[in-house]
């Protein structure tokens, strides 16, 4: 939405990383939508967010990051069930985490108790924030690191993964951003 204008999709564009087949955690997933109509003021080939370029910028693992998102959210719990999350997905949320690995071109991370290295406001991603972006802060400038992906649950010990898209996927984006009429 732009000012409250809903924007249809005119085209799903997936990249050749997406493949459901491969199962496991670490299967990266990355697509693009393409609006019905530009939108307004918007310029063709600009990239409002920077990417993270591991080859220009260095690795992300072992890097805090920022998750944003609108899925379920609520108290972290053990056993991973899904009964204390809030109903709707109407409450935005934020937290971090640290990138641990990179896996298959997807950015691993786990959901860690403070007590055995969590962040303050540790987060992990769940149903609704899939597809947000996990952003890296370096001189005061936001970058995103990657699109969440997947996850295994969202309690003590669940492992999520990011498709990391500065490097790997940015020939690919930059391509279909700037292909567009």
């Known amino acids: 939405m732009h000012n409250g204008d809903i924007f249809g999709i005119k085209e799903f564009r997936t990249n050749e990383c997406w493949d459901f087949s491969v199962g496991g955690p670490y299967s990266a997933d990355i697509a693009l939508m393409i609006l019905d109509r530009p939108i307004p003021n918007a310029e063709k080939g600009v990239h409002y967010v920077d990417t993270w370029n591991a080859q220009t910028m260095g690795d992300v693992i072992g890097k805090e990051f920022i998750l944003a998102g609108w899925g379920l959210s609520g108290p972290v719990r053990d056993d991973g069930s899904d009964d204390h999350f809030t ?13 641990n690995e990179i896996v298959d071109n997807v950015l691993v ?54 498709t990391r898209v500065g490097g790997y996927h940015w020939e690919w984006i930059n391509d279909n951003v700037n292909s567009l009429d």
Do not use: C, K, Q
């Open 87 to 99: 109903p709707g997905m109407d409450i935005f949320h934020r937290g971090y985490n640290v990138f």
């Open 109 to 162: 991370y786990t959901m860690d108790r403070p007590e055995d290295g969590g962040v303050e406001l540790e987060v992990a991603g769940y149903y609704g924030d899939s597809g947000s972006g996990g952003f890296v802060v370096i001189e005061d400038e936001m970058r995103i690191a990657g699109v969440l992906s997947h996850g295994t649950g969202a309690y003590w010990g669940s492992v999520h993964g990011y």
